[in-house]
């Protein structure tokens, strides 16, 4: 195969945003016949599938998102890539699709990070290699039934540091006129619907001027669930404090951010969080694999009119937790609970 010709040498690492740059490689399974593919290697960037495929009409699609860094010894880490196989099995239970094996998972993203190694941003810059692992239903039909065919990619861009000049508290809205996922439906797992759900409420938002929406239950509308398309979490009293619902998505910076406050010596409380508990915390923060943290400074209720201030600096807490995981993703801290994979 001929590589990319696209000259990464020269390459301003620092200001990439968080979108999509062609690389070399991505990998690829196909599902046909009750059985998966050995893993195809390819440049092309498109796929070819049915216009009556399952994914286009009925959604039954789902994908991940994780990144491997550039350590500060030189070394590549692909951070808890298990954790996101064993995920995105879930989320393809959900959808009735074939189900791929952690290992087929785990080796197409150690294979794309390595096939596309020269675009893994230098250490330092803040910038990260983005992998994004995606699967579709492509049984053509047009009844509503689980796809029989499926096809699984891994592919992958470098993307920029998230905060640019620092991390820095951002301001979210509380949106009680639209709800992200219904309970017991598939706010639990990865897949698509849930973003596009999110879409018009998030628009609104932006235009108001407000980075997320904190979105509450579907059901009652007095508990926090999810901030955009991260986890919330909120620190008082010595405390980490996150939501706890049949909604929410279970995101892995969140696992490991609740680990990392109890080695820190906060008591971890995974439970329903009221909104009305808002105006106690100390800080808060949004967090996820895209910026590992958002702090939040100020929150604005977009129908009752409240709002809730935390300050225009980070909190103490949220930047001790900030630095403590990206010291691990970058090998400046022990990895005591072998989170990284080592691959180059």
């Not at 064993?86 to 197409?108: D, F, G, N, T, Y």
């Not at 977009?302 to 807490?317: I, N, W």
């Amino acid at each position: 195969m001929v590589k990319n010709s696209k000259n990464m040498e020269n390459t301003d690492w620092s200001a990439l945003g968080f979108d999509y740059l062609k690389t070399d490689y991505n990998v690829r399974y196909v599902y046909n016949d009750g059985k998966w593919s050995d893993m195809i290697v390819t440049q092309d960037e498109y796929i070819q599938m049915h216009m009556s495929a399952s994914c286009l009409h009925y959604g039954v699609e789902l994908f991940e998102g994780l990144k491997a860094f550039r350590g500060v010894d030189g070394k590549v880490r692909l951070f808890r890539v298990e954790e996101n196989a064993r995920r995105m099995q879930s989320s393809a239970k959900r959808l009735c699709l074939p189900v791929p094996s952690e290992e087929m998972i785990v080796k197409a993203c150690i294979e794309v990070v390595k096939l596309n190694e020269r675009f893994i941003p230098p250490y330092g810059t803040g910038a990260s290699l983005y992998l994004r692992p995606v699967m579709f239903g492509t049984t053509a039909g047009l009844g509503v039934k689980p796809a029989k065919d499926a096809l699984l990619i891994v592919y992958c861009s470098p993307v920029g540091a998230y905060f640019k000049s620092g991390i820095k508290p951002i301001r979210v809205a509380i949106d009680r006129e639209q709800d992200r996922a219904a309970p017991r439906g598939t706010g639990d797992v990865k897949v698509g619907g849930n973003y596009a759900a999110s879409l018009m409420s998030g628009e609104k938002g932006h235009e108001l001027g407000y980075s997320n929406i904190m979105y509450l239950d579907a059901a009652e509308h007095k508990y926090i669930e999810e901030c955009g398309a991260a986890n919330f979490f909120g620190i008082k009293d010595g405390k980490y404090i996150t939501p706890k619902s049949q909604s929410v998505l279970p995101s892995i910076t969140n696992k490991s951010l609740r680990q990392l406050a109890k080695d820190m010596g906060l008591k971890v409380e995974e439970r329903p969080v009221p909104v009305d508990e808002l105006p106690t915390f100390e800080e808060c923060g949004a967090c996820g694999t895209a910026a590992v943290i958002s702090p939040i400074g100020y929150i604005y209720d977009m129908q009752t009119g409240a709002s809730y201030s935390y300050g225009d600096e980070v909190g103490k807490t949220c930047m001790k937790l900030y630095n403590a995981l990206q010291d691990i993703q970058y090998g400046r801290a022990e990895d005591k609970y072998g989170w990284c994979t080592i691959i180059l």
